[in-house]
């Protein structure tokens, strides 16, 4: 009960700052998202959530830099439920939420009865989290109906893996972050990774994670926890396995996109699965990766047909 107490004063005591902002604005426009209006107080709300599930402390510091990061993402989630209102589509189940919402409280060491006194604590109305997360699970709905007969298994490519898979008793798993960012034109490639770099050196990775890149990640600094080996495609395992822990990887260059990683632990478990469970996380893997793919270039095509404008910024 005590480490509950004290995670709920510290989040109190970060937000004062932030309340009195509240107060003072008055709740003015932001912003408009297509038809959508933004106003300060959620974008105060945004930064709010920001600071929980990072578990983050707020400074003056950091003002900027988080409304940078709470303008992205509240751009990229409205921008998402403008086409999901045009699609009429509205579609997840109750167990996806309850398993996203433990995630996210897991990820700073709480129960979800916790995570929600936290938020009251913070005059923070929980169900904007769990709307958020509905978002996200209504597009995933979406983009897997809009794609799913483009999604194209290599059989042979799977059962290959499978030998590889089942000769071993150990299996790596990464502690890993992810920047990724857009193709860039060839010409221009290694000016723009050049200074992505020199963004990580100064700014930290986790910093340059939330401001530039494109991954649903971004939101948490890059953070993808513990990654199996059995779930890489082998080029990017490879690098992995060359990036010391610690270091930042060599860029990845993908159809999607450019991945960078950040290595922040290795370990070897045993490997205990059935053969049948193995083939079934190898196709999931195979599957999440083309519908990730579906769901950049997607949502790439939508942000180009809405307007956005901003007041008093």
Not at 75 to 97: A, G, Q, V
Not at 277 to 289: G, P, R
């Amino acid at each position: 009960m005590i480490k509950i107490k004290k995670i709920i004063f510290l989040v109190f005591i970060l937000f004062i700052c932030i309340d009195r902002t509240e107060a003072e604005i008055n709740d003015s426009l932001f912003m408009t998202i297509g038809n959508k209006p933004i106003t300060q107080s959620d974008l105060v709300n945004e930064i709010k959530i920001i600071l929980i599930l990072n578990n983050e402390s707020y400074s003056s510091e950091k003002r900027d830099r988080l409304q940078e990061v709470a303008v992205k993402s509240t751009i990229k989630r409205t921008i998402k439920e403008i086409e999901l209102e045009r699609n009429k589509f509205y579609r997840f189940s109750e167990e996806e939420l309850e398993k996203e919402l433990a995630r996210l409280a897991g990820n700073i060491f709480v129960d979800v009865e916790t995570l929600k006194n936290i938020c009251a604590s913070n005059n923070l109305d929980f169900s904007i989290i769990e709307n958020q997360i509905k978002t996200e699970l209504h597009w995933n709905s979406l983009i897997f109906e809009l794609y799913k007969n483009r999604i194209s298994i290599d059989a042979d490519q799977i059962e290959e893996r499978l030998k590889i898979i089942q000769s071993k008793k150990k299996i790596e798993e990464y502690l890993i972050s992810e920047i990724v960012l857009k193709n860039i034109e060839k010409d221009k490639l290694d000016s723009e990774i050049k200074e992505i770099k020199n963004k990580i050196n100064i700014e930290g990775f986790e910093s340059v994670a939330k401001n530039l890149s494109i991954s649903e990640s971004s939101i948490k600094g890059g953070d993808l926890g513990w990654v199996n080996e059995n779930v890489l495609s082998e080029n990017v395992k490879s690098v992995l396995i060359n990036t010391p822990i610690g270091s930042i990887s060599e860029p990845i260059i993908l159809p999607e996109g450019i991945l960078i990683f950040k290595i922040r632990e290795k370990r070897q478990i045993d490997s205990n699965m059935s053969l049948e469970e193995l083939k079934n996380q190898l196709v999931n893997a195979e599957k999440n990766k083309i519908l990730n793919m579906h769901s950049l270039s997607h949502y790439d095509k939508v942000r180009r047909s809405v307007s956005i404008n901003f007041y008093n910024k």
